[in-house]
């Protein structure tokens, strides 16, 4: 009796023993998943389709590597990528330049900030009705986007090729109000940036935003004229990463800049966009 009672208590604990080695294995592993879970840290960040969230793809290649993964929001406007970091609802954007993250903030009482300057985007004039800039008649429509900076842009790519002159050569805030000098009576025509490539076929000539030229299909060699890499706008019109402030220094933040930085973005950029796009030091 007391040998089976012996054995029947040498079996409990062996049964239990192996119990416990189960749970343990069991709590290891839930633990293990947690970690590698935790490890890999999501950045949302909005951005326009092409050329933005193209190269963000790229980026996201040398970001895994380093633990985060991006999600990338596509919009495809100028406004609700600012609306939606401002309200949290994205960890940064990538689809603007200073001037007009500066004239956004002005209008809209934010307080969204740079992260960082990835790259550059040459305005071009494009032909519509016109083939030629010589060939432009007295009258003439030239449609330019309809924003505060980025008209300025335009007007200040025209008036370089001599079509108009500007009462400031200097000002990124002009408008049409600011031409002193039109002698072939350009007829300037202010539309929403997106749909400057849509309007092709009822303008003389368009000046289109590099982003939106690419979405649409056009090639910066076959644009009539192209901002020269040393003009005002090549030094001031770099694409950024925006962020809200105070978060420009945050570590993924750092990690998004620096993986758009990295010479795997910079090569992919020069290849794909063949001069569309060009990457900033």
Known sequence: MKRLTSIFLTLVLALGLLAGCGQS???????????AEEETKVIKVGASPSPHAEILRKAAEVLKDQGYELDIVEYSDYVQPNVALANGDLDANYFQHLPYLED??????????SAGAIHYEPFGIYAGKT?????????????????????????LLLEAQGLIKLND????????????????????VEIEAAQLPRSLGDVDVAVINGNYAIDAGLSV?????TEDAQSIAATTYGNIVAVRNGDESNEAIQALVSALKSDDVRSYIEETYKGAVLPLD
Do not use: C, F, M, W
């Not at 060699?221 to 004229?225: F, G, I, N, P, S």
């Open 25 to 35: 294995s069991t709590s290891e592993g839930d633990s293990t998943q947690a970690a």
């Open 104 to 113: 956004y903030n002005s209008q809209n009482g934010t307080d969204l900030v």
């Open 131 to 155: 083939d030629s800039l010589d060939k432009l008649a007295d009258g003439a429509k030239v449609a330019v986007p309809n924003d505060a900076t980025n008209e300025a842009r335009a007007l």
């Open 169 to 188: 050569s200097e000002n990124l805030a002009a408008t049409k109000n600011d031409i002193v000098e039109n002698k072939l009576n350009l007829d300037i």
């Open 221 to 225: 060699a076959d644009a009539l004229a």
